[in-house]
């Protein structure tokens, strides 16, 4: 049977955009980079759980470059998840900082499709897991991210809210807007 991706459908394919701003925790305070990337969303087939929940994925890679100097400093991997029954969208991270985590959300129109989630430390049902280190010294504390999706365009917010430095709650921003390859 041929899998439905629902809202998802429209991410499959490389997408590049160079239109990136990050605002990332600095001892000194924020710092703005300017940024490029490419992000490839790959159609990865379904998976049943416990019998009962049958998702959809999209596995994704992401590779961000900082316009300054072309290197990468960011690099992310991940799935989309469509949960067709509950109509729950997900979204898994993985970054090289030793921080994961599992957002979660929902789906909104069909032409553009906006994709919302979010997870939280504290949230018990969409939640944060990072190492000893981040926990203590630079703890993401929540995470919200927004997709546009229209055709071969996208746009995307994030914020990932921080403890870190003398911050209680600062807010790590990236937005970018990409075209499909
Ligand atoms: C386009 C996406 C992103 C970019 C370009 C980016 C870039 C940065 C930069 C430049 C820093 C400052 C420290 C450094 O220079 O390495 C930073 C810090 C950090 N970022 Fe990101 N980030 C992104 C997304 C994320 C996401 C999604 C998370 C978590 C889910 C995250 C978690 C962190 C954490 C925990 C720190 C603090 C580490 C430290 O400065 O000691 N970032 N990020």
Same mark, same amino acid.
């Given at each position: 049977m041929e899998? +439905?991706?629902?809202?998802?459908?429209?991410?499959?394919?490389? =997408?590049?955009?160079d239109k990136g701003l990050d605002v990332a925790p600095e001892p000194d305070g924020p710092a703005e980079s @300017? %940024? %490029?990337? /490419?992000i490839e969303f790959v159609a990865a087939g379904d998976v049943e759980n416990f019998e009962e929940q049958r998702?959809?994925? *999209?596995?994704?890679h992401q590779v961000v470059r900082r316009k300054s100097n072309d &290197? *990468?400093?960011? +690099?992310?991997?991940? %799935?989309?998840? =469509? +949960?067709?029954?509950?109509?729950? *969208?997900?979204? /898994?991270?993985?970054?090289?900082r030793a921080v994961s985590l599992v957002a979660g959300g929902s789906a909104e129109g069909t032409? @553009?499709? *906006?994709?919302?989630?979010?997870?939280a430390v504290d949230d018990p049902d969409w939640t944060i897991s990072q190492s000893p280190m981040m926990r203590d010294h630079a703890r993401t504390l929540a995470f919200e991210h927004e997709i546009t999706l229209d055709g071969d365009r996208l746009r995307y917010? &994030?914020?990932? /809210?921080?403890?870190? %430095? +003398?911050q209680e709650a600062f807010a790590h921003t990236d937005t970018n807007e990409l075209t499909r390859a």
């Open positions: 899998i +439905d991706y629902g809202p998802l459908t429209g991410l499959i394919g490389t =997408w590049n955009g @300017p %940024y %490029y990337e /490419t998702l959809a994925v *999209v596995r994704y &290197e *990468v400093f960011h +690099d992310q991997v991940g %799935y989309w998840l =469509w +949960d067709a029954a509950s109509q729950v *969208v997900m979204q /898994t991270i993985t970054i090289p032409g @553009p499709v *906006v994709l919302r989630v979010r997870s917010a &994030e914020t990932t /809210t921080l403890a870190i %430095y +003398d």
